[in-house]
């Protein structure tokens, strides 16, 4: 089992950049493929970005994000992180981070056995 808390969620005006964290806690961080989800008000849980276990050599975002955000993983800290700029208002969502000891880089959030509690991430126009 790996237990999940979120952090670094906040307001942020459109153009600019946050950077959330995933902590981990358990043995099973360095083996789970990890990803970032979001949901905002009245809408599904989207895939946002996804990072295979151990090396995190292979990662995969969502087009609605790619060249924007950037996904890494720091074994030795059990933490993964969502780097994001060039924020837009149609990002303003909770984030979730995922663990999964399945198939990597699932864009279905039934896929994920873990899950963090969620950070609000709001941006203004």
């Known amino acids: 089992q790996v237990q999940l808390v979120e952090s670094g969620g906040g307001l942020v005006q459109a153009g600019g950049s946050l950077s959330l964290s995933c902590a981990a806690s358990?043995?099973?961080?360095?083996?789970?493929?990890m990803g970032w989800f979001r949901q905002a008000p009245g809408k599904e849980r989207d895939f946002v970005a996804a990072?295979?276990?151990?090396?995190?050599?292979?990662?995969k975002y969502a087009d609605s994000v790619k060249g924007r955000f950037t996904i890494s993983r720091d074994n030795a800290k059990n933490t993964v992180y969502l780097q994001m700029n060039s924020l837009k208002p149609e990002d303003t969502a909770v984030y979730y981070c995922?663990?999964?000891?399945?198939?990597?880089?699932?864009?279905?959030?039934?896929?994920?056995?873990?899950w963090g509690q969620g950070t609000q991430v709001t941006v203004s126009s």
């Open positions: 990072i295979i276990s151990w090396s995190g050599g292979r990662v």
């Open positions: 995922a663990a999964s000891r399945g198939t990597w880089g699932s864009v279905v959030p039934d896929s994920y056995d873990n």
């Open positions: 358990g043995r099973s961080f360095s083996s789970s493929h």
